[in-house]
């Protein structure tokens, strides 16, 4: 079995080698921008573990691996224009470095270029995973719909900011260990399993990724500490701040969420106040131990030897503590 180093090395070299050195200049530039400042290659990476689980020559899924970064920098780059964000990776956004027409048809092209490479994959079944990777392109609008719609609502319940981090987040990990999977033939049940173990530690990755937002160092998240509270986000963080605090600390809270803030960092900095009031964070890392756990299980239930799981286990782990 490879390891996430190794796997991720042979990622980041087959990445260096997709060519996007065309013409014109303004729509193929900001793809190899995108595309060359790193990031930590997890879905590919969980592609090729997959494929190697079941036994299969991780060079026969290197295109889905491929396939399903592009598409997740291409996500990337419209959901910055979307939040408003302009670091990512501790560099400018596209939208930043170039402007909004171009992040726009970039991350659109990225979208076609992710189907091409996906095409490229010598299988016998190619029908399959365009199916099982248009499904998981097409939650991951929806989530992110639904994220965009958050904003704008005070009362999000924890039930739907679950349903919304699974289609925007966690459903694209499942479908990363399931490409793996099917190209290497794995049976239906096993298919099952590991597309409910990704999209379990997919959940949790998200909580982290909501985590990180507010408590994280700037530094090593390569994004703007306060992002999601700047932007009225509705996480977990938010919405169980809400129900922890007492009246006037929800009094509070609710003014600075509904009022337009004239110091961005000011409301940040109160929120995050409330936050540590209420032991916010402590909720968030049960709840994503919860999903852990839930995601173990069904590893257990795949039926290949346990020592070969080893490498999905410690990855998993590793991505709860992740600071980037
Ligand atoms: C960021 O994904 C978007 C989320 C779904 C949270 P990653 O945290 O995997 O970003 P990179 O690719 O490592 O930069
Ligand atoms: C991103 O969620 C999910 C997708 C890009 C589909 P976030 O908006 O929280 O991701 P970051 O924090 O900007 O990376
Ligand atoms: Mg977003
Ligand atoms: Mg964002
Ligand atoms: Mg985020």
Redesign the pocket.
């Known amino acids: 079995m490879k390891s996430y180093k190794e796997l991720y090395s042979l990622v980041e070299q087959k990445i260096q080698q997709l060519n996007f050195d065309k013409h014109p200049k303004e729509l193929f530039e900001p793809i190899s921008y995108m595309l060359s400042l790193g990031g930590k290659r997890l879905r590919p990476v969980l592609v090729l573990m997959a494929a190697d689980l079941f036994g299969e020559d991780i060079e026969n899924a290197v295109s889905a691996a491929l396939a399903v970064e592009v598409f997740?920098n291409f996500?990337?780059v419209h959901?910055?224009i979307m939040?408003r964000?302009d670091i990512?990776r501790g560099k400018p956004t596209v939208h930043k470095k170039w402007d909004q027409t171009v992040a726009i048809l970039a991350g659109d092209l990225m979208m076609i270029k992710a189907t091409d490479i996906l095409c490229e994959t010598k299988t016998s079944d190619l029908k399959n995973l365009i199916s099982i990777f248009n499904k998981a392109a097409a939650e991951?609008c929806e989530?992110?719909q639904i994220?965009m719609n958050y904003e704008k609502r005070n009362d999000v319940s924890v039930g739907e900011y679950l349903e919304m981090i699974t289609l925007?987040?966690a459903v694209?990990l499942g479908c990363s260990l399931n490409l793996g999977a099917a190209i290497a033939k794995a049976n239906a049940s096993d298919m099952k399993n590991i597309y409910e173990f990704g999209k379990n530690i997919g959940v949790a990755f998200?909580i982290q990724?909501?985590i990180l937002?507010s408590f994280g160092e700037g530094e090593k998240v390569g994004?703007k500490i306060g992002?999601?509270i700047a932007t009225n986000?509705k996480t977990l963080l938010l919405i169980r701040a809400f129900e922890l605090a007492d009246a006037s600390t929800k009094n509070d809270l609710q003014k600075l969420i509904e009022e337009d803030a004239k110091n961005v960092d000011e409301k940040i900095n109160a929120v995050l106040k409330i936050y540590e009031k209420v032991n916010v964070r402590k909720e968030a890392e049960l709840l994503k131990e919860k999903y852990l756990a839930t995601a173990f299980s069904h590893l257990d239930k795949i039926s290949v030897d346990d020592s070969r799981k080893e490498i999905l286990r410690n990855t998993a782990n590793e991505l709860m503590q992740r600071m980037s």
């Open positions: 997740h996500t990337l959901d910055d939040d964000s990512r991951v989530g992110q994220d925007k987040t694209l998200q990724d909501d937002d994004k992002g999601d986000k």
